[in-house]
């Protein structure tokens, strides 16, 4: 499945805060298989597991995962790698 065709933004916002999917899974406590599953649309995580990874993106959980991801931009509210 394309990337542009998923349900999230993870993949997108993980790029522009310049992160690896090894490096996300280390800060969220999961694998990078995890990360790349919910990337590629294959793997919808826990509620708890949402919140930390749109914590290190940045965003809202209703940005990144939420029906409205696909008409609006989310807003970085943070700096680039600010760990």
Known sequence: M????TDNLVRK????TEL???E???RV??????IANIEKGN????????????????ATVEQV???EQNTASPTITHERNRR
């Open 29 to 34: 406590g999961v694998t990078r298989q995890t």
């Open 20 to 22: 690896s999917q090894a």
């Open 13 to 16: 916002l993980r790029r522009w």
């Open 2 to 5: 394309d990337s542009d065709t």
């Open 43 to 58: 793997y919808s995580p826990s509620v708890h597991l949402a919140l930390a990874i749109c914590r290190e993106l940045g």
């Open 65 to 67: 995962f939420g029906s």
């Open 24 to 26: 996300l899974a280390e």
